[in-house]
């Protein structure tokens, strides 16, 4: 039976080779409605027309290989096509007009909605206003990971310039940070924004010499390191830190603050959009409600 069963299959392919070699070859209209067109398989009244298939399906490839890929797009076609054919005569159509249907409906109105927060709500989130979040919400913003806000580079340590790179790099005067960002080409890694911050584990990763270094060391703010491995010196200036179950600063949660922010003002658009609607339909008569006895 298996054999038979490999044979039967193997019968289909070659038939299906068959046909798009003939179809490709002679280009014959088989399809009198769509004289323009191929048709090169055909299920019920529900035709597969050669034209119909993207060309990067068969083009830039071995006659073989094309052959291969436009039979596999057939069989497909073939399967979802009678699958889809048993399914109409044997589900429930009208169950699934109606969650079409709803789906239409949800899709549309969600859509209005979106459009009109999207004109009328405010986007522009102010200092302030994050401050004052902050301030409300902060207790919900504990930390979970242990994060430093550091500054970094790598330098060759066979580089002649490391005794200035030294002096600029823990210096707090802006002269010196902008000699620091003209020489940057000459850095093997870096990171002078002194705002940004890292989970300490993240910046292991980034710069694993720290690894051989106390994490009660590296949790210190203003920490000043001088690294070096077999090939790189590596200067680190830990600038702020943030332990375990500390307050998270602004920097780190400005993002979730912002949605937070962004989410409020969205669910009072949608209050005040549903209040309108309502007011609206009435004034214009074509909303009203019906008196209705009592039911028992």
């Known amino acids: 039976m298996k054999k038979s069963g490999n044979k039967f299959v193997q019968n289909i392919r070659n038939k299906l080779r068959f046909i798009i070699i003939f179809v490709v070859i002679s280009a014959c209209h088989f399809n009198q409605d769509k004289p323009d067109k191929k048709p090169i398989a055909k299920i019920y009244n529900t035709y597969l027309y050669f034209e119909d298939i993207a060309p990067d399906i068969y083009k830039g490839k071995t006659p073989e290989d094309s052959l291969n890929s436009l039979s596999q797009y057939m069989e497909d076609w073939a399967y979802k096509t009678l699958l889809l054919k048993q399914a109409e005569r044997n589900v429930d159509t009208a ?25 009328f709500i405010d986007t522009i989130i102010t200092g302030d206003t994050l401050q004052k979040y902050y301030q409300d919400y902060r207790k919900y913003f504990k930390s979970t990971d242990n994060y430093v806000a550091s500054q970094y580079i790598v330098i ?3 580089s002649s310039k490391i005794p200035k790179f030294k002096k600029w790099f823990f210096s707090d005067q802006a002269v010196y940070a902008d000699s620091l960002i003209k020489n940057t080409s000459t850095f093997q890694k870096f990171n002078l924004d002194d705002n940004k911050w890292y989970k300490l584990s993240d910046l292991k990763k980034e710069l ?8 009660k060391y590296i949790l210190k703010k203003r920490k000043k390191f001088v690294l070096t491995d077999s090939l790189s010196l590596y200067l680190v200036f830990i600038k702020n830190t943030v332990t375990k179950q500390a307050y998270l600063p602004l920097e780190l949660v400005k993002n979730d603050l912002n949605q937070l922010i962004l989410s409020k003002r969205k669910q009072q658009a949608l209050s ?25």
Do not use: G, R
């Open 95 to 119: 169950k699934i007009n109606h969650l079409v249907q709803q789906y239409k409906k949800d899709l549309l109105t969600e859509t209005y909605k979106e459009l009109l927060i999207q004109k």
């Open 156 to 158: 060759p340590k066979q």
């Open 208 to 215: 694993p010499v720290l690894k051989s270094v106390n994490e």
């Open 272 to 296: 005040q959009l549903k209040v309108h609607l309502k007011e609206e339909a009435i004034n214009k008569k074509i909303f009203k409600i019906f008196k209705t006895k009592t039911v028992q």
